[in-house]
């Protein structure tokens, strides 16, 4: 059992950055895949980016290339970072961290593919 905490949501101007950190905890020594996702109000969890297991690959949404960057701070990816800059009331959303123990170079972009999520943390962002 793998379990995330997400942090560093919160309120944003249009234009400000903010930074978002999932923690993952478990009994496995191999590497997670991770991923976050958002989910505005009145709409359906939709992909935000992704890291493989390795660390090398790097995956965005169109709408938030360039303006967002996922990192990780181990090898691990046992604690991954989502930095957004530029931000809009677009993004306003739940943003949720996901992992799966599955080792890819190419992480999905679907739900079904995460076998961990977060609890989510909120992300307001006023024009």
């Known amino acids: 059992q793998v379990q995330l905490t997400e942090s560093g949501g919160g309120l944003a101007q249009a234009g400000d950055s903010l930074t978002l950190s999932c923690s993952a905890s478990?009994?496995?020594?191999?590497?997670?895949?991770m991923a976050w996702f958002r989910q505005a109000p009145g709409e359906e969890r939709e992909f935000v980016s992704a890291i493989s297991s390795d660390g090398r690959y790097l995956y965005y949404a169109n709408s938030v290339k360039g303006r967002f960057t996922i990192s990780s701070a181990n090898t691990k990816n046992s604690v991954i970072y989502l930095r957004m800059d530029t931000l809009t009331p677009g993004d306003t959303a739940v943003y949720y961290c996901?992992?799966?123990?599955?080792?890819?170079?190419?992480?999905?972009?679907?739900?079904?593919?995460?076998?961990?999520w977060g609890q989510g943390t909120q992300v307001t962002v006023s024009s």
């Open positions: 996901a992992a799966t123990l599955t080792q890819t170079r190419a992480p999905d972009r679907r739900e079904s593919s995460y076998d961990f």
């Open positions: 478990g009994r496995t020594a191999s590497p997670y895949t």
